[in-house]
């Protein structure tokens, strides 16, 4: 007989009540070894484990419970184990409504050290409800005591943020604060100094900078985008600005993490308890400079750029940039030096729309455009690799059923078996993981719909094209098209290029 001890997950994730000073690898693994026990002891069967090691406020900002709840949804656990009732979520009641939701459609229990929940029992779903109620108002009142202690001090003129670019960390009074570090202060210096002084642009400087070797703390090299970070922060002048800008919160799990200006009525300024880098003149200077110049593709909570998130460049694969200026008019670039040449966005426009024509053509006409005996080739590699996985999945539950039968017969202890079964189940879920996403890519080959189902987006796009703004074209782009890969050599004329388009459908 079925029970919900059958098919069971664990999901892991650091909660504020954590010590802080456990690092996330150390809280997860002192709440796996508590949870495997209590396993053992209740004779639980664990066939997964989710470890959310990047976590966030947001449901779409925490992978691992996107992917449990999507698992969930194919009925692969009967119950899900964790610490504690919050740790599923207590952010948003949006967001904890469709955990929950998706928990009770499954039928799927809810597993804690403390106690265990059936939401398709009344008492139980209350109890959960009120639970992850009163965790939703602790979270909204720690966030405001959060934000008002962190207005205050900087009112006060200390840095509580990660030190930028040419200071370091350091405290007065006890006190957040910075000091210059002058191996990065240098390269401020340079950068407000060429911009200035000697009238190089963004992308010039960071070139500049990439050959003298100077590296920014998380990349490789320096970006103009970079560059116009530096230049645009009043902190170099020893001032405090906050709340500057505002994060928008993950909607889709597609959706990628960004922020949009607030209005300057809205921004807390200070003077600064740290040194200045420039002097104010120099960083008005600077300013008066960047308004006369192209303005920097940063999104500013409208998109004015069509092929936003489409086009990447096929020698590096950086995404190609939109760069307007009055000069130069509307270009896609490559910010990598030497890989690409910019281009006007004009022709790319008009390569696309007319490519698009004659496939809207072709399939009014029911004329196949090409064969696609790639995909062919690669299904059957997949389906290859697909069967190799299962094998191994197999091999592994028969390890697993082994250690079982050693636990039974007192060859390995608790402990030894935690360990071997830790190993067995990591395994078991690297191969889960590749076989998920290898199916997945199966079923895109073998599903995606022919062209000729893309006909009346084709139709939309083309026929109203000069009535859209930027961002209908790109919702409209994206719907037919996957990727497109970019290539203009110096050999080439002004209006020649390559340009490969990767379809959501099949041509």
Known sequence: ???????????????????????????LSRHSDTL?????????????VYKEVVSGDGLFTRPQMVQLLQDIEQDKYTAVLCMEIDRLGRS??????????????????????????????????????????????ELKSIRRRLRKGVEKTCEMGYHVMEPPYGYRRTYIDKHPTLEIYEDEAKVIRMVFDMYVNQGYGAQTISQELNKMGYKPRK??????TT???????????????????????????????????????????AEGAHPAIISQEMFDAAQEIRQKRSLPPAYKGELHNQFAGLIYCKNCGMAMQ?????ARGNRLLCTTKGCNRSIKTEYVEEYILKFMKQVLNKCTANTPVCVQSENEL????????IKDI??????????????????????????????????????????????????????????????????PILEQLLYHYDNLDASEKNTLFKQLIKRMTFLHTKEEKINEFSLEIEWNYIL
């Open 1 to 27: 007989m079925k029970t919900y001890k059958d098919k069971v997950a664990v999901y892991l994730r650091k909660s504020r009540m954590d010590p802080d000073s456990e690092n996330i690898d150390e809280t």
């Open 36 to 48: 495997m026990k209590f396993a053992a002891k209740l004779e639980l069967n664990v066939i997964a």
């Open 92 to 137: 948003s009641q949006k967001d904890g409504g469709i955990i929950l939701e998706t928990f009770q459609e499954h039928n799927v229990f809810i597993i804690t050290p403390n106690k265990t929940y059936n939401l398709n029992d009344e008492i139980d779903e209350q109890s959960v409800e009120m639970q992850t109620f009163i965790a939703r108002q």
């Open 219 to 224: 990349n490789d090299f320096f970006s103009r």
């Open 227 to 269: 560059i116009r970070f530096y230049l645009d922060n009043p902190i170099y002048t020893g001032k405090i600005v906050w709340n500057r800008r505002k994060r928008i919160k993950k909607k889709f799990p597609t959706d990628k993490n960004r922020s949009i200006p607030n209005p300057p009525e809205k921004w807390i300024v």
């Open 322 to 326: 939109r760069q307007c200026s009055a």
């Open 378 to 385: 690669q299904a059957r590699m997949l389906t290859i690799q």
């Open 390 to 455: 299962e094998k191994e999945l197999k091999t592994l539950s028969n390890q697993k059923s082994k250690l079982h039968e050693l636990l039974e017969q007192g060859v390995y202890d608790v402990d030894t078996f935690l360990e071997r079964s830790k190993i067995v189940l990591d395994r078991t879920q690297n191969f889960k993981e590749s076989l998920s996403e290898k199916q997945n890519n199966l079923k895109t080959l073998v599903s995606a719909p022919p062209i000729s189902e893309a006909a």
